[in-house]
Nanobody
Framework: QVQLVESGGGLVQAGGSLRLSCAASGRTFSSYVMGWFRQAPGKNREVVARTGWSGGFTYYEDSVKGRFTISTDNAKNTVHLQMNSLKPEDTAVYYC??????????????WGQGTQVTVSS
């Protein structure tokens, strides 16, 4: 069964760091764009960072540029999000995402269950 299993969320103080991990299993994701999204209470889900599993591109939302780093570990089929200099505004549920680079009639996106990140002042 296809799964995206997240870990690494928790409670940290402002200025601290967290490292989120997303373990992908059940299929190969080499043709997918991997990413992290987040959703705060009362707000829309927004993209935080994305990267091609096979390609070298990266994208970051403006508010996290210079603080967050997305990376893939192909040997372990894992996607990481290193979050440094965390701010209270980063508090949200973070979701791991896999989107097909080229959608087909049989392709579909995958989502993790979400992990809570809370940054205290």
């Amino acid at each position: 069964q296809v799964q995206l299993v997240e870990s690494g969320g928790g409670l940290v103080q402002a200025g601290g760091s967290l490292r989120l991990s997303c373990a992908a299993s059940g299929r190969t994701f080499s043709s997918y764009v991997m990413g992290w999204f987040r959703q705060a209470p009362g707000k829309n889900r927004e993209v935080v960072a994305r990267t091609g599993w096979s390609g070298g591109f990266t994208y970051y939302e403006d508010s996290v540029k210079g603080r967050f780093t997305i990376s893939t570990d192909n040997a372990k089929n894992t996607v990481h999000l290193q979050m440094n200099s965390l701010k209270p505004e980063d508090t949200a549920v973070y979701y791991c995402n896999a989107d097909p680079q080229i959608p087909t009639p049989t392709s579909r996106p995958y989502w993790g269950q979400g992990t809570q990140v809370t940054v205290s002042s």
